[in-house]
């Protein structure tokens, strides 16, 4: 279990994380609560889209972080994720849930209704796809905004997740992503140390993520196509964006963190699917072995598998002119090797929650806090990963960014009869990604 850590070591975020963040600028905040709220604790009205596991845990950490925070409303296109939400919600804080009957929104529009409802932030935990479109119209009604990773499933998307951030910079309006290691106090203190020299100049960093397999939902004979993909989102790169961008992009952005957040060049590689092949599993990849060329013989490598019955693990490994850094998740290792040994000593604490605090204390203290650059190109690191790896070229970042494929449909197109044609299965050297 996480350790109960300090609230004021928690707001040394903007000094620590090393992300090169959007709108630092102290401006005053369009909503009453950049001063008197501070002070009076007014409550914060929170809206949450996307009633899924991982939206019900985010919400549940927001209300923790903050203790006059009130949930008013919920959207999902299902109405029972959202009313099982709901009651593990109620469960868990009854005292902080506030939401009636007709502010529970359900369909495709759902989350508009959010938006038009009177919150002051939002918690955007819908599949991936539809990311960047809610976090588009949420700035633009004035929201701050928890957008769990990753935060679009194409380069168009990330596009319009780069556009939206400045505008929420322009706006004053805090945005918080959900890479949640940039939260951890023990990688927090391991990656300063690192762009602090410890180890000297980075020069190559591998991460390695195996696993095995996940959740599955029979399809019912009352489904439709749509319902059924919606239901099983994961597996299907539309949706999800294959699982190297739904779930790898975290080690995707602790490489990027070592190499303090510079871009890099080209990326190569390849990926497969060799034992989940089953046509329930949709169109995504069970591996990926992607090479990241950062100019300079500098190199950043990720190796990945959804498989069963392999070894595990999850950590990343970072080569300095000076010595070694490594991350080892399951093992809790954050160390230094070399000239300079160390290992982390400190407290631990839940970044899941961590992350909500600072976002909030951004709302009350009126200093915004924008990470929608970072996690827009985090999120493109994973994009550039699955595109070389759908087609097994050598694909520059360049290409990547300016790439116009679209893998869903347009969000005015959804509907429960909608029948989205979903690719075969990428194949290297066959397969057209640019």
Request: charged share 25%; aromatic share 12%.
């Amino acid at each position: 279990m996480f350790e109960k850590a300090d609230k004021n070591e928690r707001r040394t975020f903007l000094k620590t994380t090393g992300a090169a963040l959007v709108g630092s600028t102290v401006l005053p905040m369009p909503f009453a609560i950049a001063s008197g709220m501070a002070s009076r604790r007014e409550p914060l009205k929170v809206g949450l889209i996307g009633c899924g596991g991982r939206g019900t845990g985010a919400a549940a950490q927001a209300l923790k972080a903050d203790k006059d925070a009130v949930l008013t409303c919920m959207a999902d296109v299902f109405e029972d994720y959202l009313e099982e939400s709901y009651q593990s919600l109620m469960k868990v804080n009854p005292t902080q849930v506030k939401v009636d009957k007709a502010h529970k929104f359900v369909g495709f529009d759902a989350y508009r209704k959010v938006l038009d409802s009177g919150v002051d932030v939002v918690i955007l935990t819908t599949p991936p796809a539809f990311r960047p479109s809610h976090f588009k119209e949420a700035v633009d009604a004035g929201k701050h905004v928890f957008c769990e990773k990753p935060v679009a499933v194409d380069a168009p998307g990330v596009r319009l997740v780069l556009e939206t951030a400045k505008k929420a910079k322009e706006k004053n309006l805090s945005v918080v992503s959900g890479f949640t290691f940039r939260y951890d106090f023990a990688k927090r203190e391991l990656f300063e140390r690192i762009q602090s020299g410890a180890i000297g100049e980075v020069t190559n960093v591998f991460t390695a993520r195996n696993g095995g397999g996940l959740w599955y939902k029979p399809r019912q004979a009352n489904w439709t196509e749509m319902e059924y993909q919606m239901r099983n989102w994961y597996y299907y790169d539309w949706l999800s964006g294959d699982y190297i961008v739904e779930m790898m992009v975290h080690s995707l952005d602790m490489m990027s963190w070592a190499f303090g957040d510079r871009l890099p060049l080209s990326a190569t590689g390849t990926g497969g699917r060799q034992s989940r092949t089953e046509e329930n599993f949709g169109n995504i990849y069970d591996h990926f072995a992607i090479e990241y060329d950062y100019g300079n013989h500098l190199k950043g490598v990720h190796f990945s598998r959804q498989q069963k019955g392999c070894s595990n693990t999850n950590k990343v490994d970072i080569s300095g002119t000076d010595g070694f850094a490594a991350v080892d998740i399951g093992k809790r290792i954050h160390a230094t090797y070399g000239r300079n040994k160390w290992d982390y000593q400190g407290e631990y604490n839940n970044p899941y929650e961590t992350q909500h605090e600072d976002l909030f204390a951004a709302i009350r203290s009126g200093k915004p806090l924008n990470e929608g650059e970072l996690m827009a190109n985090s999120t493109m690191l994973a994009v550039l990963g699955r595109m070389v790896g759908y087609s097994g070229q050598t694909i520059t970042w360049e290409e990547a960014m300016n790439s116009n494929q679209v893998l869903g449909p347009d969000m005015q197109a959804y509907a429960w009869d909608l029948k989205w044609p979903v690719p075969p299965v990428a194949i290297p050297g066959v397969t057209k990604v640019v």
